[in-house]
Antibody, heavy 117, light 112 residues
Framework: EVQLVESGGGVVQPGGSLRLSCAASGFTFDDDDMHWVRQAPGKGLEWVSRISANGDSTHHADSVKGRFTTSRDNSKNSLYLQVNGLRTEDSALYYC??????????WGQGTLVTVSS | DVVMTQSPLSLPVTLGQPASISCRSSQSLVYSNGNTYLNWFQQRPGQSPRRLIYEVSKRGSGVPDRFSGSGSGTEFTLKINRVEAEDVGIYYCMQGTHWPYTFGQGTKLESK
């Protein structure tokens, strides 16, 4: 059974940093690209970033470019999102999602980031 | 960025009746390899998104056959043959052809 388990969220002041993690199991992690998608409270889904299967290539949404960094450790079956320079508008539930051949069959339960002074 | 526009944003449906959601993109979603990376997701209240349809019309594993996707280029449609109570939730289209990937605003399907 595929599992994606996010962690690392919390309450942080504006300008602060967090490192979000996504632990994957039940599939060959280094075969698939991975994505982060977020959802602000009561709002729609927003794509955040993608990292290639071998970690060589990343893409980020304009809204987070230069502040967020996506990485992975295939030896640990783990995906990461380093979030710096946090703003109130970054408050959201952050999901990791598996990208299997252009499809997105598996999503985690999300980790909540709250940016507040 | 590619803008994804869904309609309607709210869709009250009588259970057992059909439902249809439209998604339009501001650019063609045909990728250089000829594939069209248009996905549909369902999000039930309090749950994570669930993949329904990928590459316009391919149904995900375990997705009931009352769900179907169609379209091409810039216009796409998700249809539900006969809406069941478990289908209540918000439906999103998402394009995976052009960076950055983008979602539609979401369509809230509710029981009338």
């Amino acid at each position: 059974e595929v599992q994606l388990v996010e962690s690392g969220g919390g309450v942080v002041q504006p300008g602060g940093s967090l490192r979000l993690s996504c632990a994957a199991s039940g599939f060959t992690f280094d075969d698939d690209d991975m994505h982060w998608v977020r959802q602000a409270p009561g709002k729609g889904l927003e794509w955040v970033s993608r990292i290639s299967a071998n970690g060589d290539s990343t893409h980020h949404a304009d809204s987070v470019k230069g502040r967020f960094t996506t990485s992975r450790d295939n030896s640990k079956n783990s995906l990461y999102l380093q979030v710096n320079g946090l703003r109130t508008e970054d408050s959201a539930l952050y999901y990791c999602a598996r990208d299997h051949l252009g499809s997105y069959p598996d999503w985690g339960q999300g980790t909540l980031v709250t940016v507040s002074s | 960025d590619v803008v994804m526009t869904q309609s309607p944003l709210s869709l009250p449906v009588t259970l057992g009746q059909p439902a249809s959601i439209s998604c339009r993109s501001s650019q063609s979603l045909v990728y250089s390899n000829g594939n069209t990376y248009l996905n549909w997701f369902q999000q039930r209240p309090g749950q994570s998104p669930r993949r329904l349809i990928y590459e316009v019309s391919k149904r995900g594993s375990g997705v009931p056959d009352r769900f179907s996707g169609s379209g091409s280029g810039t216009e796409f449609t998700l249809k539900i043959n006969r809406v069941e109570a478990e289908d209540v939730g918000i439906y999103y289209c998402m394009q995976g052809t052009h960076w950055p990937y983008t979602f539609g605003q979401g369509t809230k399907l509710e029981s009338k």
